[in-house]
């Protein structure tokens, strides 16, 4: 069955570290992969997605993520975080084409330390 | 503003009311969606609909309901709600063309439901 695994469920860092969130999906062929973000007390929000083309991927607040294929990884990564990061984010995958079914990880839970 | 709508944000009921959730959206998406979200579960799929009158069982649809007669609402009906209900709910829509926001869902601000 398809899946996406997040191997963390909490991460405690403080301001300025570096954050890489890991993220691995289970399935082969066309994918589409996408980081989603809920602040405290929020709905969840995009923060960047990646359907083909360049691997490395720019999304908002400074976020991207790199698409490595033959590690069937999709890992989050920001150079230097800050106390607003705090929140859960989400890992979410589809297979294929006309497939909108997203299939998400179980979150990682997000804390800076100011 | 684009944007899913939910009402209510917050309900607390007793075990056996029915109540209605419901869920509208203004970007003219076909494919809507229901998510429960429960700590250390993640986010788990109720029912989605991919068009009007078009509608299908997600990962956990047991006790809930659904209808899609117009494409912008898609109402979430407990007929009997029972504890075990308890969560946080989320609506999602999302685009089926062949555009650059085409997978990508958007989502309610969340309906906190207590069931008693």
């Known amino acids: 069955a398809q899946s996406v695994s997040q191997h963390n469920h909490h991460v405690i860092l403080s301001e300025a570290a570096s954050l890489e969130l890991g993220c691995n999906y289970s399935?082969?062929?066309?994918?589409?992969l996408f980081w989603y973000v809920q602040y405290p007390g929020q709905h969840l929000q995009l923060l960047l997605k990646?359907?083909?083309?360049d691997p490395l991927v720019k999304g908002i607040k400074g976020f991207e993520a790199e698409f490595i294929k033959s590690k069937f990884s999709f890992n989050l990564r920001k150079p230097s975080v800050q106390w607003s990061d705090t929140a859960e984010y989400f890992c979410?995958?589809?297979?294929?084409?006309?497939?909108?079914?997203?299939?998400w990880g179980a979150g990682t839970k997000l804390i800076i330390k100011p | 503003e684009a944007q899913v709508t939910q009402n209510p944000r917050y309900l607390i009921t007793v075990t056996g009311k029915k109540l209605t959730v419901t869920c509208s959206q203004n970007?003219?998406?076909?494919?809507m969606s229901w998510y429960r979200q429960d700590p250390g579960l993640g986010l788990r799929q109720i029912y989605y609909?991919?068009?009007?009158?078009?509608?299908d069982k997600g990962d956990v649809p047991e006790g809930y309901k659904v209808s899609r007669k117009e494409k912008r609402n898609f109402p979430l009906i407990l007929e009997s709600p029972s504890p075990n209900q308890t969560s946080l709910y989320f609506c999602a829509s999302s685009s089926t063309d062949s555009g650059r926001d085409r997978y990508e869902q958007y989502f309610g601000p969340g309906t906190r439901l207590t069931v008693t």
């Open positions: 399935y082969g062929g066309t994918v589409n």
């Open positions: 990646y359907f083909s083309g």
């Open positions: 979410a995958g589809s297979a294929g084409d006309s497939n909108y079914q997203l299939i």
């Open positions: 609909s991919m068009n009007v009158e078009v509608t």
């Open positions: 970007m003219n998406h076909e494919y």
